[in-house]
């Protein structure tokens, strides 16, 4: 890391509490950066060797915690994304501009969302609870069918059971971040079996104009397998194409194995619709060529 960063993870560190910002990797610098009352929302930020000549990249959600609510992580990852490039001035660290902007503006969303939410509970009185709360997402996640000019070409896995839990993966290529996040509202909008899954995890990974690289992930509350999936489409060398794995939870804690099936179902996808870009046994994130004998 740059001194610079190097100075800023200690203070960073020093106002908000130790492990608030954490190097993750190194070429290059990834850390993880845990964000102020989001009961567990933390995001990976990646630094190139010349920051602050250079700005930080958020990459997307480290992790994301079990009372966050369905799509709130990709929203606070778009506000993230938009407070940056605000607080960024070259040659100038701005984490600590960055923490200091954005709590206020997660504060002011998490105080729209309890009055909304305190108007919701009014207007039901003492009537029965929704279900789940994906029930509240459904109606806003329906309009997002307008924004389509076609049907999702979803690339189904061959379905996995492990100890009563039940993984599935859909692939499908995606030209922008906007079409990836409305592939994912659509689906969740009209499969009711998806909507009630515990978990809905999803990467996408996309090449836009003028080399713009979009890259981003979602655990949707299963820990750190966003990420993973996300790497998996690194090492694999795919380009826009988005994957959600979806998973129902059987009562059995899996441990790490779930991370192994929830990888290989994605796998299974990607080869099942031709998104894979060098055939098995060639290196990897290098162009398809012909196997070669060594």
């Keep these: 890391m740059s001194s610079a960063l190097d100075d800023e993870v200690v203070s960073i560190n020093a106002i908000y509490g130790e492990s608030t910002l954490r ?28 920051y602050p000549d250079a700005p930080p990249t958020v990459l997307g959600t480290e992790s994301v915690g ?81 924004m389509l000019d076609q049907e999702p070409s979803w690339v189904l896995s061959d379905v996995v059971t492990e100890k009563k839990s039940v993984f599935v993966a859909r692939a499908a290529r995606v030209s922008s971040p906007l079409e990836a996040k409305t592939y994912l509202q659509h689906l969740l909008s009209t499969d009711k079996k998806a909507a009630k899954a515990t978990h809905n995890i999803t990467a996408w990974r996309i090449q836009g104009a003028n080399d713009t ?64 870009a060098a055939p098995s046994g060639s290196q990897k994130g290098q162009p398809h060529r012909k196997k070669e004998k060594k």
């Design 213 to 276: 690289v979009y890259q981003d992930c979602d655990d949707d509350g299963e820990t750190a397998a966003g990420s993973r999936l996300l790497h998996l489409m690194q090492l694999m060398d795919i380009w826009n194409v988005m994957v959600i794995v979806t998973r129902w939870y059987g009562g059995v804690q899996l441990g790490p194995d779930r991370f192994r099936i929830i990888n290989s179902v994605a796998r299974d996808a990607f080869t099942k619709g031709g998104f894979i």
């Design 23 to 50: 190097k993750l990797t190194e070429n290059p610098v990834v850390c993880v950066l845990e964000l102020p009352g989001t009961s567990g929302i933390s995001l990976r930020l990646e630094f190139l060797n010349s």
């Design 66 to 146: 079990e009372t966050v609510a369905r799509g709130e992580g990709h929203h606070v990852v778009d506000i993230c994304r938009l407070v940056m490039s605000s607080v960024y001035q070259p040659g100038e660290p701005c984490l600590y501009g960055f923490m200091e902007e954005i709590g206020e503006k997660l504060q002011s969303l998490q105080q729209g969302a309890s009055e909304a939410q305190s108007t919701r509970q009014a207007g039901q009185g003492d009537g029965q609870a929704t279900d789940d709360h994906h029930a509240e997402s459904v109606p806003d996640l329906e309009q997002s069918n307008d």
